[in-house]
């Protein structure tokens, strides 16, 4: 069974850093595309990042520069190493296989205040 | 970016009956193309991908349709568990965008 499990949300003040990570079961992560995607309580759907299964990465303009992916092959997990955050980034974030997301994790709710 | 339409916002309909919903592209997506069913405090869950294709475990009350710039989720009969907000998603080019959402609602 496909299973993907956020963990690492949190409070954490303007500026500040939090990593997230989804810890993968029931496939591979180096053999898959990996997104985050994260959605404001209440609001819509947010595209955040991918990782290929070569490696190559892409990032939302939103969070270009402040936010990197990246992928543990031995641990079969996906992190979001996400730096400067900003309020506008509080949101329930997932992570989801695929490019169009076939199995979700549950989420896992980061909150950007002071 | 690709900017994702979706309408109506909102869909009344009694059980039973058939709901459509639309989705308009702002460029050419050719058929990459995804619908997802989100029901409050969940997970997105995919339905239709490559426009028409029905995921694993979606009934054949669910279709998907279109090509382009112009897509078309139809559920002929709604079900009680139908009534939840629908997403549309391009994944043709980065970055990847999802639409605002389609609520359809009970009559």
């Known amino acids: 069974e496909m299973q993907l499990v956020e963990s690492g949300g949190g409070l954490v003040q303007p500026g500040g850093s939090l990593r997230l990570s989804c810890s993968v079961s029931?496939?591979?992560?180096?053999?898959?595309?990996l997104t985050w995607v994260r959605q404001v309580p209440g609001k819509g759907l947010e595209w955040v990042s991918v990782i290929y299964p070569g490696g190559n990465t892409y990032y939302a303009d939103s969070v270009k520069g402040r936010f990197t992916i990246s992928r543990d092959n031995s641990k079969n997990t996906v992190d979001l190493q996400m730096n400067i955050l900003k309020p506008e980034d509080t949101a329930v974030y997932y992570c989801?296989?695929?490019?169009?997301?076939?199995?979700w994790g549950q989420g896992t709710l980061v909150t950007v205040s002071s | 970016e690709i900017v994702m339409t979706q309408s109506p916002v909102t869909l009344s309909v009694s059980p039973g009956e058939r709901a459509t919903l639309s989705c308009r592209a702002s460029q050419n997506v050719r058929v990459n193309f995804a619908w997802y069913q989100q029901k409050p405090g969940q997970a997105p869950r995919l339905l239709i991908y490559?426009?028409?294709t029905r995921a694993t475990g979606i009934p054949a009350r669910f279709s998907g349709s279109g090509s382009g710039t112009e897509f078309t989720l139809t559920i002929s009969s709604l079900q009680s568990e139908d009534f939840a907000v629908y997403y549309c998603?391009?994944?043709?080019?980065?970055?990847?965008?999802f639409g605002g959402g389609a609520k359809v609602e009970i009559k």
């Open positions: 490559g426009a028409s």
């Open positions: 989801a296989k695929g490019l169009y997301n076939d199995y």
């Open positions: 029931g496939f591979t992560v180096n053999n898959n595309y």
């Open positions: 998603q391009q994944y043709s080019d980065w970055p990847l965008t």
